[in-house]
């Protein structure tokens, strides 16, 4: 089975939690947006999903994943899917529901580490808000980010496992998540992700397991994972504190 990922080009984005599960599933897919346009790739393609009339569901936004005749979006959702078929979520409905909402607070803190550059309007440019920015990003690094690390760190004290993972004893779609949102964090705001990670070591454990996952390791050293740039959700710049 092949799927195919519409995905923005130049950003890790909302894109990278999706590629994160289909790399550690070892599953076949495509990145349709680096395909050239004569085969149906390049953003023509992800604009025809957002805006072709005869769409039956049509998703509001990337990332959207195309499995067979299925179109599936939002992130949390797309993991959900994936997460069953590929053994990266629990068996019984409990665990899915449980691993469903880590990734939807996940999500929250993504928006929330977005609106740290675009407190205003995602329309606007970053340039045209900068003010509220400062603010937004003061208050993110102060409490936002402590809140939802220790949240996570608790998360994964009760659960109370032997091994590194948030949910049971083996490794779910929300610990990929969770690792990438701490690679995220560190890239744009490395000082306040360092003192917050100081005293939450299961976080810094869960994060290096991740990453050491063989597959994940390959992925990373194959140069196909876009670096950290600052037209993603992680964006460091300097005026929005460290
Ligand atoms: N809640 C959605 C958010 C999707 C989203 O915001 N996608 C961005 C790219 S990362 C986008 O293209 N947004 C267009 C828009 O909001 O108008 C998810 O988690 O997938």
Redesign the pocket.
């Known amino acids: 089975l092949r799927y195919i990922l519409y995905y ?1 080009p130049g950003i890790q ?3 990278e939690f999706v590629r994160l599960a289909l790399e550690e599933a070892g599953a076949e897919y495509v990145d349709i947006v680096y395909e050239p346009e004569e085969k149906g790739g390049g953003e023509q393609a992800i604009m025809a999903f957002l805006e072709g009339e005869d769409v039956a569901r049509p998703p ?4 959207f994943l195309k499995a067979g005749r299925q179109v599936i ?4 959702n797309i993991l959900l899917f994936l997460g069953a078929r590929h053994g990266l979520a629990p068996r019984d409905a409990a665990g899915r529901l449980w691993v469903n909402q880590l990734q939807l607070t996940i ?1 929250d803190l993504v928006a929330e580490a977005h609106d740290t550059h675009h407190p205003v309007g ?1 329309s606007l440019y970053y340039e045209d808000q900068k003010k509220e920015a400062k603010r937004k990003a003061k208050d993110f690094r102060a409490n936002r980010i402590p809140k939802f690390l220790g949240y996570f760190e608790r998360v994964i004290e009760r659960n109370g496992a032997r091994t590194p993972w948030m949910v049971g004893t083996k490794l779910t779609y929300a610990d990929l998540s969770m690792a990438q949102v701490i690679a995220g964090l560190r890239y744009a705001f490395p000082a306040t992700t360092r003192n917050a990670l100081r005293s939450r070591p299961r976080l810094r454990r869960l994060h290096d397991a991740v990453f050491a996952r063989p597959r994940i390791a390959r992925y990373v050293k194959s140069g196909r994972r876009i670096a950290f740039n600052n037209d993603g ?1 992680f964006r460091h710049y300097p005026e929005l504190g460290d």
């Open positions: 923005w984005g909302r894109g509001f936004a990337p990332p979006g939002q992130t949390a999500a995602s959700i």
